[in-house]
């Protein structure tokens, strides 16, 4: 017998491993005819059909060919040759594969399919290496933003209210979801809007999705088309004019100054489709958009036909009076679409987020979702739901304002006293993080002082990358507090202090 079966496991399994073996180790060439499968059955005294099973699937894994009317042959080129030559390839690139977009959509023999434009605009615009965490560095002082507080979450409650849904989970709640969101999570999110952002919905008008991007993209499918001109804050969050290029949208490019949206500015502009803005706390600058400019955006965007996504990121953190009711509140004439999540109130890693649709696209909207994805996860919208029902959410902002407001008091306090009239910290009325403005460094130095200060152990971030347009000439930088203690926040701007001091 050429070939020997190792009694482990069913005879096809085995028939299987032996033929693969004597392939790999080339006892059997490359073009080697196979035997017959009834003269094989006979030499391993198994049934033909587990012979035939065997070869079947090595013809699936790439092992064998075979040749009407000729038999079985062992393939020319098996898988790990292809393996061994992407790998040489890879190491020739230098140890890792690089995607490269073809230069022009055309179709090439033995090439990758070509690109659809829009993830063509989407290379062309978007960061090959965009992701939206920030990079984790070991800085023992890092004034990272854009994360809450690890530390001050309920995470017992949670997970005891998970585990509750877990173990009462029925059938239907374990099949495909409802398209715009689980209907108790829906009811639950526009009584908690309705309370703490004075979001004026039914739960018809929420539709639940997998994070703020989402709801940016699924607005940009039903209502932007390619070509159309779309208004954004000067300096923005760079997930809309991501999102917008790879749409191949026009950005129309407003200031902002220390209120927010300079909204004048869109009173003599050309025609536009839309605008974006997050007028609880800009992003990155902090403003917050008084009433007077809220009314004036709305009373703009109804007269050009214009639709307002109103991104409110982080709009239950402010230290100065109650929380600023939404721009959507205000909206008498359906223009306003409401987006907020729970990366801010909770934890980025949830990926539930909502947009809050005027009543007339709310259709629209679902089943732009449920082609996207078929729905949110529902475990995990109905442990949400529960959380907000139970007052579990409401109590936790509470919590994190009061100890958000002692973060920024530190921080305040700390740069009075290390830099005094030297730098100035803006927007932490807020959200957050603030805005360190340092006057009398150039902006060109700005990457000195980033370099000087992590060798002191402290992470700073530059505003630069926000700006649509040429940034301003002196640096500036974004200060996340919330994920520092009041003693790290103080030896961390003591440090920074020092840095500055050194160039």
């Given at each position: 017998m050429w070939i020997r079966l190792s009694g482990e496991g069913s005879l096809f399994r085995q028939v299987y491993g032996a033929l693969r073996a004597e392939?790999?180790?080339?006892?059997?060439?490359?073009?080697?005819r196979l035997p017959a499968t009834?003269?094989?059955?006979?030499?391993?005294?198994?049934?033909?059909?587990?012979?035939?099973?065997?070869?079947?699937?090595?013809?699936?894994?790439?092992?064998?060919?075979?040749?009407?009317?000729?038999?079985?042959?062992?393939?020319?080129?098996?898988?790990?040759?292809?393996?061994?030559?992407?790998?040489?390839?890879?190491?020739?690139?230098?140890?890792?594969?690089?995607?490269?977009?073809?230069?022009?959509?055309?179709?090439?023999?033995?090439?990758?399919?070509?690109?659809?434009?829009?993830?063509?605009?989407?290379?062309?615009?978007?960061p090959r290496d965009l992701a939206w965490g920030m990079?984790?560095?070991?800085?023992?002082?890092?004034?990272?933003?854009?994360?809450?507080?690890?530390?001050?979450?309920?995470?017992?409650?949670?997970?005891?209210?998970?585990?509750?849904?877990?173990?009462?989970?029925?059938?239907?709640?374990?099949?495909?979801?409802?398209p715009g969101g689980a209907p108790e999570l829906r009811s639950a999110l526009a009584g908690y809007l309705q309370r703490a952002r004075g979001v004026r919905c039914e739960p018809a008008q929420v539709i639940v999705v997998n994070g703020t991007q989402q709801a940016i993209d699924l607005v940009l499918r039903v209502l932007v088309d390619a070509g159309d001109r779309v208004a954004l804050e000067d300096p923005h969050?760079?997930?809309?004019?991501?999102?917008?290029?790879?749409?191949?949208?026009?950005?129309?490019?407003?200031?902002?100054?220390?209120?927010g949206l300079v909204a004048s500015v869109?009173?003599?502009?050309?025609?536009?489709?839309?605008?974006?803005?997050?007028?609880?706390?800009?992003?990155?600058?902090?403003?917050?958009?008084?009433?007077a400019r809220r009314l004036q955006?709305?009373?703009?965007?109804?007269?050009?036909?214009?639709?307002?996504?109103?991104?409110?990121?982080?709009?239950?953190?402010?230290?100065?009076?109650?929380?600023?009711?939404?721009?959507?509140?205000?909206?008498?004439?359906?223009?306003?679409?409401?987006?907020?999540?729970?990366?801010?109130?909770l934890f980025p890693a949830l990926r539930?987020?909502?947009?809050?649709?005027?009543e007339p696209l709310a259709p629209m909207f679902q089943q732009a979702k449920v082609l996207a994805d078929t729905g949110t996860a529902t475990l995990e919208q109905l442990v949400l739901a529960d959380f907000i029902l139970g007052g579990h959410l409401e109590r936790h902002v509470r919590r994190s304002r009061a100890r958000n407001a002692a973060r920024r008091e530190a921080l305040v306090a700390a740069l009075d006293r290390h830099l005094g009239d030297e730098a100035a910290l803006l927007g932490t009325g807020a959200g957050l993080h603030g805005v360190l403005s340092i006057p009398r460094l150039p902006m060109r130095r700005e990457a000195e002082l980033r370099k000087a200060c992590a060798a002191r152990g402290v992470g700073i971030y530059p505003i630069a990358p926000y700006y649509l347009t040429r940034p301003p000439p002196r640096a500036a930088f974004l200060l996340g507090f919330s994920?520092?203690?009041?003693?790290?926040?103080?030896?961390?701007?003591?440090?920074?202090?020092?840095?500055?001091?050194a160039l």
């Open positions: 392939i790999l180790a080339r006892r059997l060439a490359p073009g080697t009834r003269e094989l059955a006979r030499e391993l005294g198994v049934s033909r059909n587990t012979v035939i099973q065997a070869y079947e699937q090595l013809l699936d894994e790439g092992y064998a060919a075979a040749r009407t009317g000729s038999g079985t042959y062992v393939a020319e080129i098996l898988p790990e040759d292809r393996v061994q030559v992407r790998g040489a390839k890879r190491a020739a690139a230098g140890g890792r594969e690089v995607l490269r977009a073809p230069a022009r959509l055309e179709r090439h023999p033995g090439r990758a399919p070509a690109l659809a434009a829009r993830a063509q605009r989407a290379l062309d615009a978007v990079p984790r560095r070991r800085l023992p002082y890092d004034f990272r933003y854009g994360e809450p507080a690890f530390g001050d979450l309920p995470l017992e409650t949670w997970w005891r209210l998970t585990a509750r849904r877990g173990r009462r989970a029925t059938a239907a709640q374990l099949g495909y979801g409802t969050y760079t997930g809309f004019s991501f999102a917008l290029r790879a749409h191949g949208a026009e950005i129309l490019p407003v200031p902002v100054d220390e209120e869109l009173e003599d502009a050309p025609p536009f489709r839309g605008v974006f803005v997050t007028p609880s706390h800009q992003f990155p600058t902090g403003g917050i958009l008084p009433l955006l709305l009373a703009c965007a109804a007269r050009r036909g214009a639709f307002v996504v109103e991104d409110d990121y982080d709009g239950e953190f402010r230290y100065d009076g109650r929380p600023i009711e939404c721009l959507q509140g205000l909206d008498e004439d359906g223009r306003v679409l409401y987006v907020g999540s729970t990366s801010k109130l539930i987020g909502w947009l809050v649709v005027p994920a520092l203690e009041e003693n790290e926040i103080a030896e961390g701007i003591g440090r920074l202090a020092e840095a500055l001091a």
